[in-house]
């Protein structure tokens, strides 16, 4: 009887442990591509048609400093990758930047070089309560899509806002 009890509870865990396994990855990207169709996005049209209507949301832009302080979209804050969670909600970081931390309820709109990051950290913004949280179609290379003169992509920093 426990033998048998015993297989039960066993072959109940492996069915958990298989059902609740999202696999391991080969990168990042691949990450994100399991998660692009649970984050919504905006495109370059729909960011700039936001802005010409007047519409209230927070633009983050998740690459590494040194890639914001060269180039980034105009009204957007830079919050690094590695850091979002924590500086998302921390009124001295927006005071620094003279705003007010956006309400979990308010639209937030993140983007990083090329997309990917913007859709993880749409996620992990989604898994700490923000509700309205969309990624940038194909981040910042919609913006500048040629950024060496030539068919090259963005180069990141190397640091995880890349």
Not at 47 to 75: C, Y
Not at 104 to 121: F, H, M, N, T
Not at 127 to 133: C, D, E, L, S
Request: net charge negative.
């Amino acid at each position: 009887m426990m033998k048998k009890a015993y297989k039960y509870i066993m072959a109940i865990a492996v069915i958990m442990i298989v059902a609740n396994c999202r696999g391991i990855y080969e990168d990042a990207t691949e990450l994100a591509s399991e998660y692009k169709t649970q984050i919504p996005s905006v495109t370059l049209a729909d960011l700039d048609a936001k802005t010409e209507k007047g519409e209230t949301f927070t633009l983050i832009d998740v690459r590494q400093a040194d890639d914001f302080a060269v180039q980034n979209i105009p009204g957007s804050v830079n919050i690094p990758r590695g850091v979002l969670e924590f500086q998302i909600s921390d009124s001295t970081y927006w005071a620094s930047q003279y705003m007010f931390p956006p309400a979990k309820d308010e639209e937030v709109i993140v983007y990083g070089a090329d997309g990917s990051i913007g859709i993880l950290s749409a996620v992990a913004l989604k898994q700490i309560g923000y509700n309205k949280v969309f990624s940038l179609k194909d981040g910042f290379k919609s913006v500048n899509a040629n950024p060496a003169g030539k068919n090259a992509s963005p180069q990141p920093s190397g640091g995880c806002g890349g």
